[in-house]
């Protein structure tokens, strides 16, 4: 079953806003992945946040970690067409297996 | 390095059929892994393995065969093709550290899988 959950499933902004995108999940984990998909290709990982940090940045990715509420955040500034993809939010929680969510499509138009 | 390989692209297959999803990397990594998506599912676990000769089922392993005689391969199989197999299948692959999964996983372009 899906640990993960993403929300909005969709979001859709002009060039140059932000995106901001929530995952929500059930058990304790070890880290929280974030995951971009263009269409018809296969994941890229964006970032990993471990369960002990609360916010981690990587260019214009920033990603909040709440273990308290079960949540994550994933924030893009200034987004752009080619942000365009979907994002999914993946769990570690035991040993070796990664749990992902069904994702939010993000359409940016120029 | 090529990182993640899988073939074919692209398959159809009959009802009953078999086959063999192939997968590669080249980055010595021992954590090796199968997802199924399908549309408005997210990525499902099939199988996965910690190193050779190493595996173990995940959420959906029904239908599906793994084996790992090496690090560098992981071949997925379908014993007889069933029309809800109908998916897109991806490989992935990660380091591992002491034992514990905890880093990113590399993944393979994808093979689309019809079963008729």
């Known amino acids: 079953s899906q640990q993960g959950e993403e929300d909005p499933q969709a979001l859709s902004i002009q060039e140059g806003e932000n995106a901001t995108m929530n995952c929500s999940y059930k058990t304790s984990i070890n880290n929280l992945q974030w995951y971009r998909q263009n269409s018809g290709r296969g994941l890229v990982h964006l970032i990993l946040i471990r369960s002990n940090e609360r916010e981690k940045h990587s260019g214009r990715l920033r990603v909040t970690l709440d273990t308290s509420k079960k949540s994550s955040s994933l924030l893009i500034t200034a987004s752009r067409a080619a942000d365009t993809a979907s994002y999914f939010c993946a769990t570690v929680g035991g040993y070796s297996t990664l749990t992902f969510g069904k994702g939010t499509m993000l359409l940016v138009s120029p | 390095n090529a990182g993640v390989t899988q073939t074919p692209k692209f398959q159809v297959l009959k009802t009953g059929q078999s086959m063999t999803l192939q997968c590669a990397q080249d980055?010595?990594?021992?954590?090796m892994s199968w997802y199924r998506q399908d549309p408005g599912m997210g990525l499902r676990l099939i199988h996965y393995?910690?190193?050779?000769?190493?595996?173990d089922q995940g959420e959906v392993p029904n239908g599906y065969n793994v084996s790992r005689s090496t690090t560098e391969d992981f071949p997925l199989r379908l014993l007889s093709a069933a029309p809800s197999q109908t998916s897109v299948y991806f490989c992935?692959?990660?380091?591992?550290?002491?034992?514990?999964?905890?880093?990113?996983?590399?993944f393979g372009p994808g093979t689309r899988l019809t079963v008729t």
């Open positions: 980055m010595n990594h021992e954590y």
């Open positions: 992935a692959s990660s380091a591992t550290f002491s034992g514990r999964f905890s880093y990113e996983q590399y």
């Open positions: 393995s910690v190193g050779a000769g190493i595996t």
